[in-house]
Antibody, heavy 115, light 108 residues
Framework: QVQLQESGPGLVKPSETLSLTCTVS????????WSWIRQPPGKGLEWIGY???????NYIPSLKSRVAISVDTSKNQFSLKLTSVTAADTAVYYC?????????WGQGTLVTVSS | EIVMTQSPATLSVSPGERATLSCRAS??????LAWYQQKPGQAPRLLIY???TRATGIPARFSGSGSGTEFTLTISSLQSEDFAVYYC??????????FGPGTKVDIK
């Protein structure tokens, strides 16, 4: 059974960089594509971007200038960096397996942008 | 960008009744449409992909239909554990693969 677990700071100051890591267990990160999806409090879901084991990635156009997703196959992890954050980036951030549909999800981690 | 809309925003249903949820795409997405269920405090769960194929472990009371721009998720006989928010998501033209705003199914 594949399991995903997000980790990282729950509070980030405006204009700083949000950094999260997703650890995959129960399966190899080399076997699939992996995505980050976020959900502002009380709102809907927004797909951020994806990566595969070789580092091939792509991002939603509205965030492309601020986002980077990387992979560390030795640790079975992939990571999200979002620069120059504002209050609008406050959300629950999920990591998930897949690039078109998402069949395994992490539990999600709330990141609040506030000074 | 393809825009997904869902109706109704809230659906009040009694346990044991049928629930019919609608999803519309602003342009054709063929059958590249998925449905997810999300309960409070939990991550979404994949229910349906390919517009009509149930994901692993999903009960037969969940069914999906449609193609092109109009899609339906039907829950044939609502159980207590089915009260949740349901999202549709297309994965046709990329990027991005967008989600609908959701339909909340609550107890009547």
């Amino acid at each position: 059974q594949v399991q995903l677990q997000e980790s990282g700071p729950g509070l980030v100051k405006p204009s700083e960089t949000l950094s999260l890591t997703c650890t995959v267990s129960g399966g190899s990160i080399s076997s699939s594509y992996w995505s980050w999806i976020r959900q502002p409090p009380g709102k809907g879901l927004e797909w951020i971007g994806y990566i595969n084991y070789s580092g091939s990635s792509n991002y939603i156009p509205s965030l492309k200038s601020r986002v980077a997703i990387s992979v560390d196959t030795s640790k079975n992890q992939f990571s999200l960096k979002l620069t120059s954050v504002t209050a609008a980036d406050t959300a629950v951030y999920y990591c998930a397996r897949g690039v078109t549909t998402f069949d395994y999800w992490g539990q999600g981690t709330l990141v609040t942008v506030s000074s | 960008e393809i825009v997904m809309t869902q109706s109704p925003a809230t659906l009040s249903v009694s346990p044991g009744e049928r629930a019919t949820l609608s999803c519309r795409a602003s342009q054709s997405v063929s059958s590249n449409l998925a449905w997810y269920q999300q309960k409070p405090g939990q991550a979404p769960r994949l229910l349906i992909y390919g517009a009509s194929t149930r994901a692993t472990g999903i009960p037969a009371r969940f069914s999906g239909s449609g193609s092109g721009t109009e899609f339906t998720l039907t829950i044939s006989s609502l159980q207590s554990e089915d009260f949740a928010v349901y999202y549709c998501q297309h994965y046709n033209n990329w990027p991005p693969f967008t989600f609908g705003p959701g339909t909340k199914v609550d107890i009547k």
